[in-house]
């Protein structure tokens, strides 16, 4: 008879690569009979699944041929690239605009997409013109045949919500082959499930605004540490892809009521929810909102977050209740 292997038998395993423009990294505990080959290529197979259906960088995506097609026609979607449009249109309905998926044109006019990057910011003129595309309201949705209907200029960008949902479909996978436990992050966007061989749970930590790509396994790069135990964190910050012209930063974070960059002291905002699909999204509208109105809807939603603001003295964090409670937890 076989002996189920120990606690102590077990390790845990790393794998990682690339996708949607950024890394991936998974670190899990194996079942007896998964090989370290079938899951590093069971989980590319994933995310390869979501690029493809979903970046604004493949001319031939889903996503990109709706952005190209004519005014007045309807696109049947993946089932998965119609699930994370939905939720997409389903937050900005909810917040208001404050969060649009249409704000391709102005995220490419600023040079913070698939168009060539900015020096200088763009003219008021085409950031008006462009601001004539945006809007989700004008998309309609058709549940029965999954279809979305192009009125004609819309382009969708996904990328504040593409990576969370590959996040939560990774760990599905791997809850699909047996794995009991597994810490799964694309793009910074992160979900733990499960206990360590030791039984502890996965413990992570928030990037410092400004620390240096990579430098972040030491301490002093680090803004807090928690435990993931069944839940997911994004975090949304200023300090990766920006410009500056005449002295003025520019983020990537595009406000879509306004077609300018947010003008908030926000470095950075964290976000625990229950899926990534969920918490990615909410820190890129937190960050349009900036942090009062940010805070005062987190507040109110009990949502976790946290604001790591650019203050006199320094960088500043500022806390709702439920991010506190689970930083105590």
């Known amino acids: 008879m076989t002996r189920a292997p120990a606690s102590r038998d077990l390790v845990v395993q790393s794998t ?8 991936w990294s998974v670190r899990a505990v194996l079942p007896a009979g998964l090989s370290l080959q ?4 069971g989980i590319q197979s994933v995310l390869d699944l979501v690029d493809g259906q979903m ?3 493949r001319p031939q995506s889903p996503l990109s041929r709706f952005n190209q097609a004519p005014a007045g026609s309807w696109h049947a ?20 605009g404050a969060y649009d998926p249409t704000v391709g044109p102005l995220v490419n006019l600023w040079g913070f997409g698939p168009d060539a990057a900015r020096r200088e910011p763009p003219s008021d003129d085409a950031i008006e013109a462009a601001r ?11 549940e029965a045949t999954r279809s979305l209907y192009q009125p ?4 969708l960008d996904l990328s504040s919500i593409a990576k969370g949902y590959g996040v939560d ?16 992050e694309v793009g910074g966007e992160l979900k733990g499930h499960g206990t360590k061989p030791d039984g502890s749970l996965w413990r992570i930590g928030i990037e410092r605004p400004g620390a240096a790509s990579g430098a972040v396994g030491h301490v002093d790069q680090l803004s807090r540490i928690l435990v993931l135990g069944g839940r997911a964190i994004a975090t949304s910050g200023d300090y990766r892809r920006r410009f500056e012209s005449d002295g003025d930063a520019y983020s990537h974070h595009i406000d879509p009521r306004t077609g ?34 940010g805070m005062a809807l987190a507040r109110e939603r009990g949502q976790a977050v946290m604001f790591i603001l650019h203050g006199a003295n320094g960088l500043e964090e500022r806390l709702s209740p439920a991010f506190a409670a689970a930083l105590a937890s």
């Open 169 to 184: 479909l990774v760990g599905q996978h791997l809850d699909s082959l047996g794995v009991g436990a597994w810490l799964v």
């Open 132 to 142: 004539a595309r945006i809007g989700w309201w004008r998309l309609k949705l058709d």
């Open 77 to 96: 979607l993946p089932a998965e690239c119609f699930e994370v449009v939905r939720r997409a249109l389903r937050l900005a309905r909810d917040s208001g």
């Open 55 to 57: 970046s604004t960088y």
């Open 38 to 41: 079938r899951w590093q290529e």
């Open 16 to 23: 990682g690569g690339q996708t949607m423009g950024t890394t």
């Open 152 to 155: 004609g200029g819309v382009y």
């Open 260 to 293: 300018r960059p947010v003008p908030h002291r926000v470095a950075s905002v964290s976000v625990l929810a229950d899926e990534a699909v969920d918490a990615d999204p909410m820190g890129t509208l937190m960050t349009v909102l900036g942090p009062e109105r």
